[in-house]
């Protein structure tokens, strides 16, 4: 195709020659009211199973408790158990004050962006996606990026209730969250950090946390 039938194929597709505050309008509109896309088949209806099992065919550790108040010391527990510093740092979600620490007195808890020398991070991951088993993490100062790519330990709490068939559906959740507008990043995270490019062997922790567990939080 020249190179002129191809443009023409682009502006016929953008309606170039509609005035600039038309084309502003499809695309509010289209921003307000999606069009939904085909999504695949066989997730099941055990969302929360099924993320379970893609969680463990991952090599991620899973943690499950019935109320927020049991984090701590599944946490301190999880980091003990794996002969790792009982030291946490995390941002300035509004959940974290509600938990009651002191039934962890052996864990020391830091606030904000991950330091050089941080052992462990731990990060509120707005929804987690059944089919392929990822974790749908918002940036901002309640959630550090740096958390889930400084330490080599990364610890996510993920209500059950946000576990979702699709993209689509966790995208939805984020929206919901942040009452529109996107986050500056949208961090999709699929267990830890791995590669397989040097002499075709995994390498965990390339160019992130060598740990990912996950507290699931409820039932469903």
């Not at 927020?68 to 946490?75: F, G, L």
């Not at 039934?103 to 731990?122: E, F, I, K, N």
């Not at 209730?161 to 699709?166: E, L, N």
């Not at 500056?184 to 791995?194: D, F, I, K, P, Q």
């Amino acid at each position: 195709m020249s190179r002129e039938r191809l443009l023409g194929s682009v502006r016929r597709g953008l309606d170039a020659h509609s005035s600039g505050a038309a084309r502003r309008r499809a695309a509010e509109a289209r921003l307000v009211e999606a069009v939904p896309h085909p999504r695949p088949a066989g997730v099941g209806d055990d969302l929360v199973q099924r993320f379970k099992d893609r969680q463990r065919a991952l090599g991620v550790e899973l943690i499950e408790g019935d109320a927020p108040s049991d984090i701590p010391a599944a946490i301190a527990a999880y980091l003990r158990r794996l002969a790792l510093p009982g030291r946490l740092r995390c941002g300035a979600d509004p959940l974290w004050a509600t938990l009651p620490w002191d039934r962890a007195p052996s864990l020391v808890v830091d606030r904000g962006p991950a330091h050089d020398g941080d052992t462990a991070g731990l990060s509120r991951a707005i929804a987690g996606v059944a089919e392929t088993g990822t974790l749908a993490l918002a940036s901002g100062s309640e959630n550090p990026v740096t958390l889930g790519f400084l330490p080599d330990t990364h610890i996510v709490v993920l209500p059950a209730a946000a576990i979702v068939a699709h993209y689509e559906d966790a995208l939805a959740l984020v929206k919901a969250e942040t009452g529109g507008p996107m986050p500056r990043t949208l961090n999709l995270v699929t267990g830890a950090s791995r590669t397989g490019d040097i002499g075709g062997k995994i390498v965990m922790g390339a160019h992130g946390p060598r740990r990912l567990a996950i507290f699931l939080l409820g039932n469903g």
